[in-house]
């Protein structure tokens, strides 16, 4: 017993001598470790920016997603950086340049609704201002459009194009479409005048900023016969209501706001035709029989309702091609059928 006594301190001694040994050896090596020993992409002037801006869990991530220099570095200083959002920041300023800290904020607002695989096609077509409009409005059961250049794209009952405005208008007449449109326009309305002894149609409107498609939207209030403002295809260009077309929707409205008539839209418009002239009746006939061969349908055609949701409209045709046009006149389809 004596002798374990006697020795008792030296252990005590020996232990804390290897503790002090294991305490420095971790001090020192902690003094020389290398956060970014596993990030071998940036340089040295970056890594201490790097360093300065992200925490250990920050960098933890950097090194584990291997985002390099060039995604972050322009927004890592900026106070509302996200590391987890640089692969949209990225995307964004790519698409369209903006001032880095409207991106940062414009991402980190919104980036839960804005898909990764779909931020470039929206970029390319809405400023930043516009989809932070729309994603700030109440859109019940209505999506925005990505590509809205899309030939075959169509806004309505459930989708929206917002307040996009067409890069490419021409002018045809009085009215703006897209310039194949208003090609085939021109095209269609000389020969309808050298065949239908002399008499002339125009288009009445083509093109539709947001604010008049939303004037027009206000003035006839009936989601059957024009849709709001972000949802009415003439916003696309390449729709146009031909001569007749307003005085059609004026009769519609009237005729379904009299309390004395009971009957459906459907009917509604049979009975405006029933009352048009006989000219105005061949025209329709005609538009019917002969858009095609131009590259447009009518829009919204009486036997269509039930899968465009939308009431006759005879005089509002839109170009989807020849081809296009062709193949819906002969299997006597509409747009949303073929979709």
């Known amino acids: 017993m004596k002798t374990e006594k006697s020795v008792l301190p030296y252990r005590w001694a020996l232990i804390l001598f290897c503790a ?15 956060p970014l020993a596993r990030y071998p992409y940036a340089d040295e002037t970056q890594r201490e920016t790097i360093l300065a801006y992200m925490d250990q869990e920050d960098i933890d991530y950097l090194i584990n997603q291997q985002l390099q220099p060039g995604v972050f570095m322009e927004f890592l200083t900026l106070p509302e950086f ?17 001032d880095p800290e409207v991106v940062v904020h414009f991402i980190n607002r919104y980036r839960d ?56 208008l021409t002018r045809q007449g009085n009215v703006y479409l897209k310039p194949e449109a208003a090609t085939s326009l021109t095209e269609m309305l000389e020969e309808y005048h050298r065949v239908m002894d002399e008499d002339k149609v125009e288009a009445e409107t083509g093109y539709l900023r ?18 709001p403002a972000g949802q009415n295809e003439q916003q696309l260009g390449w729709t146009a209501a031909l001569t007749g077309h307003a005085a059609w929707m004026s009769a519609m409205k009237t005729l379904l706001s009299d309390p004395a008539f ?18 105005e009746q061949e025209r329709i ?54 979709q």
Request: glycine share 6%; aromatic share 12%; charged share 20%.
């Open 20 to 34: 002090a040994v294991a305490g420095t050896c971790l001090y020192t090596v902690n003094r020389g470790y290398d």
């Open 82 to 98: 996200d590391v987890h959002n640089a692969l949209w920041y990225r995307q964004a300023m790519d698409t369209q340049n903006e």
């Open 113 to 168: 609704v804005l898909p990764l695989k779909d931020l470039e096609t929206l970029l390319r077509h809405y400023s930043y201002a516009q989809l932070a409009d729309w994603y700030e409005q109440p859109h019940e059961d209505v999506t925005l459009i990505p590509d809205p250049t899309q030939m075959f794209a169509m806004s309505g009952a459930h989708a929206s194009v917002w307040t996009y405005i067409p890069a490419d």
């Open 210 to 227: 947001f604010d008049e498609a939303q004037s027009l939207y206000l003035d006839v209030n009936n989601d059957l016969l024009v849709y």
């Open 262 to 279: 009971t009957g459906t839209p459907v009917e509604a418009a049979r009975n405006v035709y029933d009352g048009l002239s006989e000219q």
């Open 285 to 338: 006939q005609w538009l019917q029989d002969n858009a095609w061969r131009y590259g447009f349908i009518i829009r919204w055609p009486e036997t269509g309702q039930e899968s465009t949701g939308h009431v006759w409209q005879p005089f509002m045709i839109r170009y989807v091609g020849q081809e296009k046009a062709r193949d819906l006149h002969a299997a006597d389809r509409t747009l949303e059928e073929s």
